[in-house]
């Protein structure tokens, strides 16, 4: 059982990336989604996460009208579209995987995780 995060970068404050999670070993058709973030010093927070279905989402709010969190099941995969980058949004972003309904934002409630991929933003 394996979550691969990728797309990280370094990219100028205004930019976009889009971080991929693929899982390995298990199917995410029944797995809430979610994707979070530490910055050096910080605790590791919530950014977005999605419902099994893809039917709820919720983000926070310090990412709201500029990520987007999206799965493609037929892929195994997970996907964050981040679009006008900031530097304070500089960390180290991982996904996360929790079987079942539920859609949490607490990082505790979470059974996989990805080993995370650095994203850097220069102003």
């Known amino acids: 059982v394996q979550l691969q995060a990728s797309g990280g970068g370094l990219v100028q404050a205004g930019g976009s990336l889009r971080l991929s999670c693929k899982a390995s070993?298990?199917?995410?058709?029944?797995?809430?989604l979610g994707w979070f973030r530490q910055a050096p010093g910080s605790e590791r927070e919530f950014v977005a996460t999605?419902?099994?279905?893809?039917?709820?989402?919720y983000y926070a709010d310090f990412v709201k009208g500029r990520f987007t969190i999206s799965r493609d099941d037929a892929k195994n995969t997970v996907y964050l579209q981040m679009n006008s980058l900031k530097p304070e949004d500089t960390a180290v972003y991982y996904c996360?995987?929790?079987?079942?309904?539920?859609?949490?934002?607490?990082?505790?409630?979470?059974?996989?995780w990805g080993q995370g991929t650095l994203v850097t933003v220069s102003s």
């Open positions: 070993g298990f199917s995410l058709d029944d797995y809430a």
């Open positions: 999605v419902n099994w279905k893809g039917s709820s989402i």
């Open positions: 996360a995987a929790i079987p079942g309904r539920s859609i949490p934002l607490d990082r505790r409630l979470y059974n996989y």
